[in-house]
């Protein structure tokens, strides 16, 4: 009886342990053209940790640290919003529709930027796989492990985001009651109305009124 008891809670405190490393967005990373990205990060201990962005299109780029000789120290236990440069969001979403993946990687020990910067900042060619763009999640992989040499163990977790193109829409505000032949195409009165679909059809108006082990 009481050996089952242990077993017990040992698996339950096992469930409950905090993986290593955790990477999310807001929004359940579910974006428009143009939209500001959050992305967040937590780590079960204190170590190191670098964030890398692949987009729709495969480009890669570094989320976290913003430059290679930056602070890649994370404390343990603590929830952080990956900042962007000047204080902003992690990252405009630049793509019109498609997949975008996030990888954030955790180490005991510094990763190595040598062959990633130039003059001070992110050598973005040298990042530039072609196997991110077939498969996201081992190129952005195999990035991370050139940065922490053979054999170096490290912890990760990826997380996907989606991009979907934004509603279809035009609205203008007329304070005329009665339009006579106005056209809100071309005068530069206001109006409130929506129009949907195809432009050349009539013109309605309103008038006022998973974490891993590597």
């Known amino acids: 009886m009481l050996a089952s ?37 937590q780590t079960a201990d204190d170590g190191y940790l670098v964030v890398l962005r692949a987009d729709a299109q495969g480009h890669v780029r570094v989320l976290f640290p913003i430059d290679p000789d930056g602070n890649q120290q994370i404390r343990g236990g603590k929830k952080d919003e990956l900042k962007g440069r000047g204080g902003r969001e992690a990252f405009v979403v630049d793509d019109t529709t498609g997949h975008g993946t996030v990888l954030a990687a955790f180490a005991r020990t510094p990763f190595q930027f040598d062959q990633f910067a130039k003059n001070g900042h992110w050598d973005y060619s040298a990042l530039d796989d072609s196997t991110v763009r077939a498969d996201p999640e081992a190129g952005l992989l195999d990035l991370v492990q050139r940065m922490r040499g053979a054999g170096d163990h490290f912890d990760y977790d990826v997380a996907s985001y989606t991009v979907g193109p934004p509603p279809r829409y035009v609205g203008w505000v007329s304070p005329y009651a009665w339009s006579g032949w106005w056209d809100p195409w071309y005068a530069p009165r206001i109006a409130v109305g929506l129009r949907f679909g195809d432009p050349y059809y009539y013109r309605p108006f309103v008038g006022p009124g998973r974490w891993r082990r590597w």
């Open 5 to 41: 008891l242990l077993l017990l809670h040992s698996l339950s405190a096992a469930v409950a342990a905090d993986p290593p490393v955790r990477v999310w967005f807001n929004s359940d990373g579910h974006y428009e053209f143009g939209d500001r990205a959050k992305v967040y990060a």
